[in-house]
Antibody, heavy 121, light 107 residues
Framework: QVHLVESGGGLVKPGGSLRLSCSAS????????MTWIRQAPGKGLEWVSY????????NYADSMKGRFTISRDNAKNSLFLEMNSLRADDTAIYYC??????????????WGQGTLVTVSS | DIQMTQSPSSLSASVGDRVTITCRAS??????LNWYQQKPGKAPNLLIY???TLQSGVPSRFSGSGSGTDFTLTISSLQPEDFATYYC?????????FGQGTRLEIK
């Protein structure tokens, strides 16, 4: 059974940094792309970033480029999101999700429970 | 960026009703369209991928259709556990984008 558990969220001041982690189990982590999605309070879903199974390919939403860095450690079945220069509008629940990519498209078939990041002075 | 527009934004319906939610893409996305259900305080859950393929474990009352720019999610007979928010998502191009959501409420 696929299990994803995020951690590392919390309260941080504007301009600060935070590192989120996602621990994966129940599947061969190194076979799958992974994605971060966020959801601001009371709002919809926003894609943040994805990383290929090897870590050699990454992509980011424009508003996160240069501030956020996605990475993974396949030996430890872990996904990370390093967030710098945080702003109030980065306040959200951050979800990690398993990202299946095929010739028929890409979808997020398993999600963690999320970790809340609050950016406030 | 491809814009995804869902309609309606909210919907009131009764148990047993047939409900349809529409998602329109701002440009052609073939069948690279997925649907998710999200209940309050929970993570989203994949319902339909590639426009019409039911995810394993999802009840057969859910179905998806469409291609190109126009897509629909249909719930054939609403059950109490179906009252939630539904999102479409395109994977045709980066950035991956979601619709704004459709909140399905009990009438």
């Amino acid at each position: 059974q696929v299990h994803l558990v995020e951690s590392g969220g919390g309260l941080v001041k504007p301009g600060g940094s935070l590192r989120l982690s996602c621990s994966a189990s129940g599947f061969t982590f190194s076979d799958y792309y992974m994605t971060w999605i966020r959801q601001a309070p009371g709002k919809g879903l926003e894609w943040v970033s994805y990383i290929s199974n090897s870590g050699g390919e990454t992509n980011y939403a424009d508003s996160m480029k240069g501030r956020f860095t996605i990475s993974r450690d396949n030996a430890k079945n872990s996904l990370f999101l390093e967030m710098n220069s945080l702003r109030a509008d980065d306040t959200a629940i951050y979800y990690c999700a398993r990202h299946l990519t095929t010739g028929a498209g890409a979808w997020l078939d398993s999600w963690g429970q999320g970790t809340l990041v609050t950016v406030s002075s | 960026d491809i814009q995804m527009t869902q309609s309606p934004s909210s919907l009131s319906a009764s148990v047993g009703d047939r409900v349809t939610i529409t998602c329109r893409a701002s440009q052609r996305i073939v069948s690279f369209l997925n649907w998710y259900q999200q209940k309050p305080g929970k993570a989203p859950n994949l319902l339909i991928y590639a426009a019409s393929t039911l995810q394993s474990g999802v009840p057969s009352r859910f179905s998806g259709s469409g291609s190109g720019t126009d897509f629909t999610l249909t719930i054939s007979s609403l059950q109490p556990e179906d009252f939630a928010t539904y999102y479409c998502q395109q994977s045709y191009s980066i950035p991956i984008t979601f619709g704004q959501g459709t909140r399905l409420e009990i009438k």
